[in-house]
């Protein structure tokens, strides 16, 4: 790839997040096309501030608090009813250049992800978040000829043997693209809807979680029939949960709670329906203090295709304003 196609490729990728950046109003937003929309965008752990500004501007009155989660408020008074949505997701940053202009990557977030989810990005496409917008490239795949003869039992691939081309061929042409060492790197994002209203991309699941979320703090734009409805939008859920417990230490700590995401339950996928479960969240001095889960199914989850059904984010989406709402 010569440097003017990487510049080309750099400027298509940043359109449609320059678009996603743009203002919108405040009208409620069918959760569908929100979801799909949401599966395109990337905020690696301990770089949300991109997705941060988008979800403000998309909900009128938002506001960043001292952890840099997203809070959006409706209502006063008691009683207070939070839902909380993770933004980040386990991805990798640039570790190093190579003399011949090649990217090293190491992999940021603390939750396990299991061998594949290293060895599925050999070959792939990656886009790389720098200070002039984002920059395409591919990851590297070993030579099958100077393979031949190699023992079967080699290492298999993880991050640590990741050298991301992006069409440079020497460390001053990176720097030129803007890229630096722990310049955020992810998947290239490209959303598929497939079946009977599926949706994959990677960490879809998560996505179209905070998606029913926007969707139903949207159709609550007059404020719940009593008390406070508030929406968070988490930092690093992959490092601790530190952000979410921060934002419940903000709000005193023993507000009604409901912590969205995602989970590994293919049985149940499409049915309309959210599984229901319990997690567990660490407030700055006060312990750790365990909240109602309602999560998304999730078929092939932490795979590049993962696969969420837009039936069940409606579902998510009606139990949220049900639950922010104040309907018993």
């Not at 959760?31 to 009128?60: F, I, Q």
């Not at 069409?167 to 803007?178: H, K, W, Y």
């Not at 005193?252 to 969205?260: E, H, I, K, L, Y």
């Amino acid at each position: 790839m010569t440097r003017s196609a990487a510049s080309l490729a750099a400027l298509a990728l940043a359109l449609p997040l320059l678009c996603a950046a743009a203002p919108r109003t405040s009208r409620a937003q069918d959760p569908g096309p929100l979801a799909v929309r949401l599966a395109g965008w990337t905020a690696v752990t301990g770089y949300e501030s991109a997705m941060a500004d988008t979800l403000r501007s998309l909900l009128p009155g938002a506001r960043l608090d001292r952890a840099g989660n997203v809070v959006v408020q409706r209502g006063s008074g008691a009683p207070v009813r939070v839902a909380v949505c993770p933004m980040d997701e386990v991805g990798w940053v640039v570790g190093g250049v190579t003399a011949e202009g090649y990217l090293t990557l190491r992999r940021v977030g603390a939750t396990a992800v299991g061998p594949l989810f290293d060895q599925s990005l050999e070959g792939q496409r990656v886009t790389v978040f720098g200070r002039r917008g984002p920059v395409s490239g591919a990851v590297s795949v070993r030579s099958t000829h100077l393979q031949r003869g190699r023992a079967a039992a080699d290492d298999v691939f993880t991050s640590d043997n990741a050298h991301v081309d992006l069409g440079a061929t020497a460390p001053a042409e990176v720097a030129s693209l803007g890229v630096e060492l722990l310049a955020p790197v992810a998947r290239t994002k490209l959303p598929h809807r497939y079946g009977d209203g599926l949706l994959a991309a990677p960490w879809a699941a998560q996505r179209a979680a905070c998606a029913a979320l926007v969707a139903a703090v949207q159709r609550l734009a007059d404020g719940p029939s009593s008390g406070t409805a508030v929406a968070v939008f988490a930092r690093r859920r992959h490092f601790a949960h530190d952000g979410a417990g921060f934002a419940l230490f903000d709000l005193g700590g023993t507000p009604a709670t409901v912590f969205v995401g995602a989970a590994a339950a293919p049985e149940s996928l499409n049915a309309g329906s959210v599984v229901v479960g319990t997690d567990s969240l660490l407030v700055p001095g006060a312990g750790r203090r365990a909240v109602a889960s309602w999560l998304l199914p999730a078929r092939y989850p932490r795979s590049p295709v993962e696969t969420v059904a837009l039936r069940d984010v409606a579902a998510l989406t009606d139990r949220l304003v049900a639950h922010l709402g104040g309907a018993r």
